[in-house]
């Protein structure tokens, strides 16, 4: 097995863009931070890169079968996590989403997504891709089910949402049928109705959230104010930006946590629709990249891997540019690669460093 | 432990990761359009309004117009403070900064909400005025929590300073920010919520005049509201200055003259209906509405029972009393009746099976003396000649029961009864035996001060009646515009200018009757009035108010209204005045109260007159002889001026009386003035060489 080891079958193209992205994003955060205390932010981030990157390294050198034997005990570790979170856990924001082990931060809910994408797979995988008995699916929901529950009441509603679609892209390539996914589609928008208007899951401020993207202007001093900053930032970009460091939505502090959730929106106003197409164009190329490692995966449960991170990379991507342009409610939901922030590039470089180990061992066989 | 060599070389289905990269390409492809959507065809609209956000209108302030009085001497002026705004724009959290701002501003929460709502409709970008004339440690919490408190900012404006003493507060008036009632009012379209606009007296009626432009300037700012920069400014346009036609040293007069006593005084210039001093008192210190005034000193202002707020002098609607027999006298001599007449009091007389009183037995009379002695007996006989429709014909004639038009606003119009407004106002005919009463000034009689003054003043001017104003557009350092000079008086009816032929010997017998009444002599009701020197004529009024009979109780609330209108000189006077003292009993003591104003205007005249013949008791002025000739050039420099003469054939001689610099400095100061010039103007070096010479000569 060691001997077809090699990083020469490392994907250095997917590396590629992603690295392109990393630096697009570097610079918006220097752009977005440079007249605040925020300043500075830009080194940290090429920090977190570097790290991300080391992490994939290592995690592309152990086999990924490895990885998915370890699952089942990370996934019971980080479980026992999510609840002591919940009860040690940090409090910061009215949520308690981190506990501190020793000086560290520790926030579990973006690991889980990893150990979710790899148990998940494994499960799957070792269901062959027959098709799915109800029991079989019910357990897959279990699996997810649980951890959905635990980081919702911290609460953390944008995190939540990242888990369910590695449960749905397992679902669909795990081997559901048609009717067993149209019965489950009718429950779950029944269960999503009871549960809205039941008014006892969501917290209002979590409503008022999921809802004001529809109209704004309805409340444009309230929970509109993000949204309504949002779309003024990017359609000030227009064509072709307004220039690095020259957004008045992002220099005027008007765009809220520009170097973060809205980093899309101020890249947007400052390098206009050419620039947001750029980066749409990059995503959807690692994409693309990523679903083709999937194809030539040297074993179902490398393929499930993979799909598993493309869902949740999709999943955010759509989620975040859709809240900056309007389509979607504001979750909180960082734009892989992009959005400022330690937990976010681990988790995207750390899963891609497994999408490469899947890769790598392609023609282990 | 996984048996992943049991499913080692099973793959996906293609379909499926297919239908997963279509997926995605659709995403990705809705993200694109919406960002289309936004950035290509929305740019335009998003772009403006991200310059909303940005930039943001700060106001200017523009000063009010100051207002001196008619020898330019400063009567209300500005001084700098600074109000507090409250910027709404970017900050969505102000609700909860409230408590925080309310306790440094020293504040109401409750009383700053009501403000804030009240700003609910109007524009984010427009600042709320939340405190006026903050105190430097005010400012200083604003200073200090300047990153707390984003919202708030300062502005420097002028405020408004009255005289302290409440002088000529009712003429002046007051300014305050402009209520939510008159933002209706289309009068008013122009004005915003914060805005400072007059309220009362001058203030209200040449607001457009005083208040000037407020300029801006465009900040551009942060989302916490800092100003970061600032792209252009509108300058204010300051308010106009405004020259009143009253006379600083008459209206001290008349002030300190009618005291403490509820009542009016008004002082006019009967030839053009400049108002030289207008008195209400009780009067108020209009320095408390410049700041928003609290409730307890309003509710004191209002709830006061000699309401302080009226303008008695335009508002107060009272029987005119004996005042009235003036109008009387005039409408019995023009129908031909009073002339001839002769009377018989015996203190008293009947009409209509009733008893009407007089005074006193004044005896056999006619109408010559009939006005100074004030006979009742006489009057309402005439009264009863003439018939009621005869005597509201002349009052109305003569302006009673109409506004005069003065420019001040809420003037009231008074009564005048007579068989048609019986009708009109109580459906029933008139009843005659009420003539009598009205014929000495009671009934339903009602007269406002001025009214009665310009009656007056009219009837003195040989039927001249004129509009009384207390702004004189021909005497303003800046002209008033044409236009609002215009709207102004259209906005103000009333009887206004207006010349009623009178025959010659109505003005005569009138005016000589009244010179009578303030000449010592039996039964003249002003005897004590008199004034050596001084064609000082008037008539008293003592006028009985309802309920109050005879009653002379002073300052009781059944006392009588005491009048006294009078001018000087007796025939086409130059000063008219009019006292009212409510309740205060006697019309005989508002005639010494005339008497003092009369003494302080003579006075001034006389001291303007003798300005500087009078100084010839101490020093003569010099006679100075004088020859020269024009200049060349508009150079008026003696070096050029020998070349001048030289050239020049057109040789000036002339005489001048120069009078002398006053012996004592500081007091009266006299200018060297030509007084007698046989050529025209003065060249304007030759009056530099006279000023050289009466500097030698002293």
Known sequence: MRRFLSFRDFDWALLGLVLI??????????STTVHTRFASFESKQVLFIVAGM???????????????????????????????VKVIGHRALGAKRWIAIGPVQFQPSEWVKLVLVLAVARYFANLGGRNLTWSEIFKAFGMVGIPMALVLIQPDLGTTLTYAPILVAGLFLGGISIRQAAILIACGSALIVGVWSSGKVLKPYQKARLTSFINPDNDPRGSGYQIRQSLIAVGDGGIWGKGQSKGSQTQGYFLPIPYTDFIFAAFSEEHGFVGALFVLLLYFFILMRLIQNAQTAADL???????????????QIAVNVGMVIGFMPVTGIPLPLMSYGGSSVLFTFLALGVAMNVRMRRFVN | MVSSSSNRGEKLPTLKLTVVQYGILLMMLALAGGLWRLQVLGAQNYRQLAEENRVRKEPIMAPRGKLFDRENRLIVDNYPSVTCFLVREQNHHVDADLPLIAQGLNLDLDQLRATLRRYRTSPGYQPIPIKEDITADEQAFIAAHKNELPELETIDVERRLYPRDGFAAHLIGYVGEVSEEDLNNPRFAYYEPGDVVGKAGVEETYDALLRGQDGSRDVIVDSHGREVGYLRTQHAVPGQDLRLTIDNDIQRAAEMALGNAPGAVIVMDPRNGNILAMVSHPSYDPNEFAVKINRADWNKLITDPLHPLMNKAIQDQLAPGSTFKIIMSAAGLEEGVAQNMHVMCNGGADFYGRFFKCDHHHGMLDIHEAIPMSCDTFFYTLAQKLGIDTIAKYAIEFGLSQKTGIDLPNEMSGIMPSTQWELKNFHQRYYPGNTISVGIGQGETQVTPIQLLRALSGLASDGHFVRPRVVDPNNQPTPIPADFQQALLDSFPGSGDK??????????????GMAAATTPGLYHTAEEAHLDGVDFAGKTGTAQVVGGGDTHTKGGAKTPNAWFVGMVPRRNPEMAIVVLQEHGDWGSGSAMIAQRVVI?????????????????GTSKPVEVGAVWSDPVSSDPQPSGRKGAIARMATVHAGHFFLDQAPEKPGTETAAPKALASETSALPEWLSESLLRFKENHN
């Open chain 1, 301 to 315: 449960p490398g393929a499930l891997i993979i799909m598993g991170i493309v869902a949740v990379l999709t999943f």
């Open chain 1, 54 to 84: 080391a992490g994939m390294f290592i995690l592309a050198k152990v086999d990924y079968h490895r990885l998915l034997d370890w699952s089942p005990w990370a996934y019971g570790v980080f479980l026992v996590a999510l609840v002591a």
């Open chain 1, 21 to 30: 992205l990393c630096v697009v994003s570097v610079l918006e955060i220097y």
């Open chain 2, 499 to 512: 010349t009623v032929p009178l025959r010659p010997d109505t003005w005569m017998t009138i005016t000589d």
């Open chain 2, 600 to 616: 302080a205007y003579v006075n001034k005249q006389r001291r303007l007159e003798n300005n500087v013949l009078q100084q010839a």
